[in-house]
């Protein structure tokens, strides 16, 4: 694989909304490194950590990531991106320390920065900008709000 560009970005991440995991996977070095802003999760190593991560997290909720900015320069991407988690069961602890009942959406502002080794991705870091309660939004219509503040070419159609 090449260096990446931004169609080999949105590549991963519709695979990642889309719950594709073989695919996503495939964009990953085997001893891959993310390292996760939310203190309860911490730096995940390969890419059995991440699936042992997000596997459980999304036997609670629904994720949709929105691309909002993306600069690529050689082997390093710059990313900001909103997320959204929304709540199918109740938790006295979901995402960021919320409690949630089924309907509730979280919403995250993460910026996260990539380093590509052999045209896949080596080491992910990620940072919190901040993190919102929204009880019983409307996915749908917080998703499209993003996308109306986001790169035109980065919005991805819903799954």
């Not at 929304?86 to 919403?107: A, H, I, L, Q, R």
């Not at 019983?136 to 109306?148: A, D, F, I, P, T």
Request: charged share 25%; aromatic share 14%.
């Amino acid at each position: 694989m090449s260096i990446p560009n931004r169609q080999w970005f949105l590549d991963y991440m519709r695979a990642f909304n889309a719950h594709d995991f073989d695919k996503q996977y495939s964009y990953y070095t085997d001893d891959v490194i993310l390292d996760i802003p939310d203190p309860q999760t911490g730096t995940l190593r390969g890419k059995d950590g991440i699936k042992a991560h997000y596997m459980p997290l999304f036997g609670v909720c629904e994720e949709i990531v929105v691309p909002m900015v993306l600069a690529i320069e050689g082997k390093h991407i710059f990313y900001i991106m909103e997320s959204y988690f929304k709540y199918t069961k109740k938790m006295e602890k979901g995402v960021f320390g919320y409690p949630v009942d089924v309907g509730d959406v979280v919403k995250i502002r993460v910026w996260a920065h990539y380093q590509v080794e052999n045209g896949l991705m080596k080491e992910i870091v990620c940072n919190l900008f901040k993190s919102e309660f929204l009880p019983q939004g409307n996915l749908k219509e917080l998703v499209l709000e993003s996308q109306s503040r986001a790169q035109p070419d980065l919005c991805l159609p819903l799954v």
